[in-house]
């Protein structure tokens, strides 16, 4: 746990050991992406998330199409966001040829004409038949981006620090009454706006409606404001199990693919919530004017496959976005256990699921973070 | 002669030309290039000319005329379907939120079914924040190719209908506060810092050379160590569950449900960052106490002065280069510093890097980003004056 967490902030932290005030070493790293962008012609940089869910990116599917092409595949870690693939796009020198993006991202990256448009022709039919178009759920899937993995988060709980009544809705993350004891929270609007509004009682189709009126935002922060005292924050997705693990806190926000490799991996007494969590996307993306456009969308389209897609449940409970997909989900590989009850688009965990809105997030993530960090302050 | 001292002198400045390139390079292009960012935002200006040109005729008060909403509307379709129009939109959203979809959405629809009569009533229909004056007033204002307004945002102001500088709602001021906090955090780790490390440095600086060696050691070792591996062990040792809030218990001092919070907070940033930033106060004072001969303090002895007269008049009065070096390179560093207070900082241990980042990373508000770094620059320099006037900057030393 530790050591992932390290390895997601390993570029951040190279530049703060060098002690350089983070904006120096920013702009640093621009000035010199023309001295690392020489690198081979033919090796296809993929950039993913790292973790265990970059181990899962590896096996699922760079080393079958390694096997399959003959073709190079590098694999780098990020941490989301825009900023290092618009420095390469705007200075004509892409030494990232795939991104691995959430939906939102990749949205806001192709109207911003970052990113190669991936027709859904060019995408391979289901392994039922049906044609890509019609295989991505509506609205999951950007015109940039192939691929597609549905991540949920959860709230989930350490076990042992509730030997009498269990929680079991989104409501109890917010009871300190019944459920005393400590929150994680990643620090951040997103998400959590959504999981106040639900808890105070605002119906799952009704959420970003009300987000879209001052006193809808008010209601959300007020919510926040009932538990503020007793929330521990989070930044990377490694932290809350390992906050969990530690009693650190009694319940957490949490990505259900790290809980799962936590309950699953390292025996954790831990349980998910599958009540009101938030449901995002994310694809494969091509970055505009990459050197390696072919192999690039070759890549895409062996990624994209129905099988590719149920392949990366093997490792990590994470969904296909695509419909056949998730029709081959079947056992995690080194433990041999059944997926389907751990995956986010399993129909009982779905009772109560809210798909994240990149449209509104688009639109309002700036002053939401704002109105965020003023309440963090006060 | 004077043709040898030229050739000194070019020697001299061939010596030093890889690294005075390697700087300019490197460092003051870039710095410079970020100053230029926080005034000079020229992308929307040179996406939309025929709307900004039409609406500097506007009046600003009442909605423009058909001519406007056509001219606007025919551009925005162009722009779209060259792919430029996202990165305008995003522009215009940063001054009022909504924008974005309001111009890709309106854009996206007459693109697909072009209005045969009024371009206005085409465009209110598809988004009725259109028939609204403040959407053409962030147009006209994010088409600004020089200006103010990534300075006005860090400082938490605004400019309202007909220009005039307000503040931001309340709800919705964060910049100021954070700067003074940031400088707040880095005065009380400069001022902990140097408590600690005066008498480490002392002990060093007058043990005999061996065991100084093992001291020295002991200073270098955690310096040498990765900075995200201090960091973690604090959380080990101080977090709600750890360490030393095991031991508290067990010992009888805290009782289960007084276990202290020492980190996610204020006070998990002032300690971890204490103890990443000690060496480079305790090394400056070193080697300056070094060179304070112990002699001058048995002289004073001799003539009768007390421990605490003699060390007051005459060995503080020459520890203080090293007291002045040390200091102003722990506050600087701690200024701008990111990974430490985003890790154990929590909710009030957050400094002005946290948002300095997130506009470089996710909003990619670049703009606002310079303009904070710039905002912080300023500062510093202004502080390092005044403290050149208070100690005098000739006097400081490294060793």
């Not at chain 1, 039919?125 to 981006?145: H, N």
């Amino acid at each position: 746990m530790r050591s992932e967490l390290q390895t997601r902030h390993s570029a951040r932290s190279e530049a703060e050991s060098q002690n350089l005030p983070t904006l120096t070493s920013l702009t640093l790293a621009l000035a010199l992406a023309g001295i690392s962008a020489a690198a081979g012609a033919q090796t296809l940089t993929l950039v993913s998330w790292g973790g265990s869910y970059g181990r899962s990116v590896e096996r699922a599917w760079v080393e079958p199409f390694i096997e399959a092409t003959g073709i190079e595949v590098q694999i780098e870690d990020y941490n989301g966001g825009l900023a290092q693939l618009r420095a390469q796009v705007e200075t004509g020198n892409v030494f990232w040829d795939i991104v691995d993006m959430p939906t939102p991202d990749a949205v806001r990256g192709c109207d911003e004409g970052l990113l190669e448009f991936v027709a859904a022709g060019d995408l391979p039919v289901g392994a039922d038949g049906a044609p890509a178009e019609k295989d991505y759920p509506p609205g999951t899937r950007s015109e940039c981006a192939g691929g597609g993995i549905v991540s949920a988060t959860i709230i989930a709980y350490n076990d042992e620090l509730f030997p009498g009544e269990k929680p079991s809705t989104l409501e109890d993350y917010f009871d300190l009454e019944r459920f005393p004891g400590r929150r994680g929270m990643r620090r951040v609007p997103v998400v959590n706006l959504e999981f106040a509004l639900i808890a105070d009682g605002v119906p799952l189709d009704a959420v970003y409606r009300t987000l879209d009126t001052d006193e809808g935002i008010a209601r959300a922060f007020a919510k926040l404001d009932t538990i503020k005292d007793q929330i521990v924050f989070w930044e990377a997705g490694a932290q809350p199990p390992q906050m969990l693990a530690d009693q650190e806190v009694v319940m957490t926000t949490a990505y259900n693919g790290r809980i799962f490799n936590a309950q699953i991996l390292e025996n954790q007494p831990f349980t998910i919530i599958w009540d009101g969590q938030v449901q995002e996307t994310s694809g494969l993306v091509i970055a505009l004017g990459t050197p390696r456009l072919d192999i690039a969308k070759r890549f895409i389209e062996f990624a994209s496959s129905s099988e590719s897609l149920a392949a990366i449940s093997k490792y990590i409970s994470y969904s296909p976005t695509r419909y056949s997909g998730n029709a081959l989900v079947s056992t995690h590989l080194d433990t041999g256990i059944e997926m389907g009850p751990h995956m986010p688009a399993a129909e009982r965990n779905m009772r109560r699921a809210l798909n994240s809105d990149w449209f509104w997030w688009a639109d309002n993530r700036d002053e939401m973070n704002e109105r965020f960090s003023v309440w963090l302050s006060r | 002669m004077a043709l040898s001292l030229t050739d000194k002198r070019l020697r001299a400045a061939l010596l030093a030309a890889p690294l005075v390139i390697f700087v300019a390079v490197t460092f003051l292009a870039p710095l410079a290039l970020m100053l230029v960012r926080s005034v000079y935002e020229p992308a929307v200006a040179d996406s939309i000319p025929a709307t900004l040109n039409a609406l500097a005729e506007w009046d600003g008060r009442d909605l423009p005329g058909e001519e406007i909403y056509r001219i606007a509307g025919m551009e925005f379709v162009a722009l779209n379907a060259e792919r430029r129009l996202g990165s305008v939109a995003t522009r215009v959203n940063r001054l009022q939120s909504g924008m974005r979809s309001t111009m890709l959405g309106t854009a996206r629809a007459l693109g697909n079914d072009p209005p045969a009569g009024s371009w206005r009533d085409a465009m209110i229909a598809v988004d009725e924040d259109w028939a609204d004056v403040s959407t053409w007033l962030a147009i006209s204002r994010a088409g600004e190719r020089i200006t103010p307004r990534h300075y006005l945002n860090a400082l938490d102001l605004d400019r309202g209908a007909v220009g005039e500088i307000v503040a931001q709602p309340e709800d919705r001021r964060i910049y100021v506060s954070l700067l003074v906090r940031t400088f707040g955090i880095s005065a009380a780790i400069t001022l902990i810092s140097l408590m600690l490390a005066y008498p480490v440095a002392w002990l060093l600086a007058h043990a005999p050379p061996s065991r100084a060696g093992v001291l020295l050691l002991l200073v270098l070792v955690p310096f040498w160590t990765s900075l995200l591996v201090r960091t973690t062990s604090w959380i080990v040792l101080l977090q709600n569950q750890g360490v030393i809030n095991d031991l508290l218990v067990v010992i009888g001092i805290l009782a289960e449900e007084q276990r202290l919070a020492m980190i996610y907070n204020m006070t998990g940033t002032i300690i971890a960052m204490v103890h990443v930033l000690l060496p480079f106060m305790i090394l400056p004072l070193y080697s300056i106490m070094r060179t304070i001969p112990p002699r001058h303090m048995q002289a004073a002895a001799s003539l009768g002065a007390s421990f605490w007269q003699s060390f007051r008049r005459v060995y503080w009065p020459q520890s203080l280069p090293g007291v002045a070096a040390g200091s102003l390179l722990v506050f600087i560093m701690s200024i701008g510093f990111y990974i430490t207070p985003a890790l154990v900082g929590g909710r009030t241990g957050q400094l002005i890097s946290s948002m300095i980042a997130y506009h470089m990373e996710q909003s990619l508000n670049w703009g606002l980003a310079a303009a904070l770094g710039a905002i912080l620059l300023l500062l510093v320099v202004l502080l390092y004056l005044i403290y050149n006037r208070l100690v005098g900057i000739d006097r400081m030393r490294l060793g």
